[in-house]
């Protein structure tokens, strides 16, 4: 059962989600700006998120859908901090997106890693605003998505 206060809370989170998600796709299909693997990655809670909102509207029932909602934002939460972290350099990113040091290669090894290196790394930043880059903003927004989530479930009654 949802109360209408859950239900609204929950239709706002994937409504917020789903903004984020078309806010990626023009900034990529739009703007030209490609995303790497890590913004990828993020995306995934966002459309599970939006998903979960859509299963709240058809059935009413938004206590099981808060909770994996705001599971999917904690993770995407964790995912932008993560790569705010590996843009920033604070710790290495993985090794399929990011470029290691190039220090006591050979041209030939130096020559191997420019070849194996991705197209769009994940330890550069590609937008910023304000001083906040893609990921310190999913990191933010995921964050208010998430209490938006356990606001659904903490208003839900009990089926």
């Known amino acids: ?18 903004a984020l998600l078309l806010g990626a796709f023009a900034f ?9 693997p890590m913004c990828l990655w993020q995306r995934w809670p966002h ?3 939006a998903l979960l909102a859509v299963a709240v509207a058809a059935t009413g029932i938004a206590r099981l859908p808060a909770i994996l909602g705001a599971a999917a934002m904690a993770v995407s939460t964790g995912l932008g901090v993560f790569h705010s972290g590996v843009e920033r350099g604070w710790w290495e990113g993985p090794n399929t997106c990011t470029s290691g040091p190039i220090g006591g290669l050979t041209p030939d090894q130096l020559m191997d890693q420019i070849m194996a290196a991705p197209l769009v790394r994940c330890d550069e930043i590609a937008w910023e605003m304000f001083g906040l880059t893609m990921p310190n903003y999913n990191a933010l927004i995921s964050l208010a998505l998430m209490a938006l989530w356990i606001a659904a479930f903490r208003t839900a009654r009990r089926g």
Do not use: F
């Open 1 to 18: 059962m949802t109360t209408k206060l859950s239900r609204l809370a929950a239709l706002t989170a994937g409504a917020g989600s789903l």
């Open 28 to 36: 990529q299909y739009v703007g030209g700006l490609s995303p790497c």
């Open 47 to 49: 459309a599970l998120g």
